[in-house]
């Protein structure tokens, strides 16, 4: 008989591939799954084939958003653990309610950290990242299993804490790519994912004074959101710059698979920005789109392995146009062989094979 996982997260779920796909994995090889979020940002209807419930929460700011959550996360927990449950926390703002649950109860916990949530760009020098530091710092050296989304992750991890993670990326599924590269007229440079600082888009804009016949398509919602469309007013690049807004995952794939240059020219926003390896280069690979992508560790691992695009000088909008230009010149189809290498590699199915040993060790544990 197979352990009940109770997986929690602060979020509404909706859009968050990495817990789906885990939760679908776990659930797919006889696990009993009741996942929990919360209802910040919405909550909108979906369909999973487990169990999942969201949390309402009433405050307004975020950081008293956290409380409340942590707060209700543990009577919910309380409520639904029991001697035959492993508990598993994603990220650092769910970790707390888990970590005392588990020890009350004497049950496993496995802490799946998405990022280096304490070194995050919108909590630099505020005063809560002293108290996600003070937590990490009490919490996280006791912890017996740990995944964290990238090696430069458990790299950090391990010199900070002494705990060693599993590296389980943040992989898409395999697709098995027929599709006809389309000649497209102009040109498309997609940036997907969340509208925040520090993620070069705002740069990329201004890029596109350097580039003819070429469209930038933002998908993605997000603070800057805002910011950067009247950034593209200001600088008269509304023939240039199109805002898709926030697409269900399905939708963005579909797009992804029809542009020529996809973009992750994140910038040294922290230690979690500059070790991270970004969703959308992984979806991008999988959709067989060539990247414009930053000297960061990881994706300058990724650039070393496989040709699948080309590296940013810096993050000077000349320079990126560059990049861009290279690409476009060389063409999609001459990246393919590489970018099917790449795929083959960097997928879920590779990955959800350490997923699995991690929660069957924990399944042995007690």
Known sequence: MRKKIITSAFSNLYTDQRIEKVCRTLHENGYEIDLIGNDWGGAEEMQRPYSFSRIKLISRSLKTAYFEFNWKLYKELKKKADQNTILHANDLDALLPNYLIAKKLNIPLIFDSHEIFSEMPAIQGKMSQKLWRYLERSIVPKVKFMITASASYGKWFQNKYGIDPIIVQNAPRKINFNLEIPENDPKIVLYQGAINPFRGIDKAILAMHHLDNV????????????????????????????????????????????????????????????????????????????????????????????????????????????????????????????????????????????????????????
């Open 215 to 366: 469209m930038l398509k933002i998908a993605g919602d997000g603070p800057r959101k805002k910011e950067y469309e009247e950034l593209v007013i200001k600088e008269n690049l509304q023939h240039k710059v199109q805002f898709l807004g926030k697409l269900r995952p399905e939708n963005l794939r579909e797009i992804t698979a029809t542009v020529d240059c996809g973009m992750s020219i994140e910038e040294n926003g922290g230690e979690s920005y500059f070790y991270s390896l970004p969703n959308k280069v992984l979806d991008c690979i999988q959709a067989r789109v060539p990247l414009i992508l930053s000297n960061l560790p990881e994706m300058q691992n990724i650039k070393n392995k496989f040709d699948i695009g080309e590296i940013i000088k810096d993050h000077q909008p000349v320079n990126i146009a560059e990049s861009i230009k290279l690409i476009l010149n060389k063409g999609r189809k001459n990246y393919q062989p590489e970018l099917e290498k790449a795929a083959n590699a960097l997928c879920w199915e590779n990955e959800e094979v350490k997923l699995l040993q991690v929660f069957e060790k924990a399944s042995i544990s007690q």
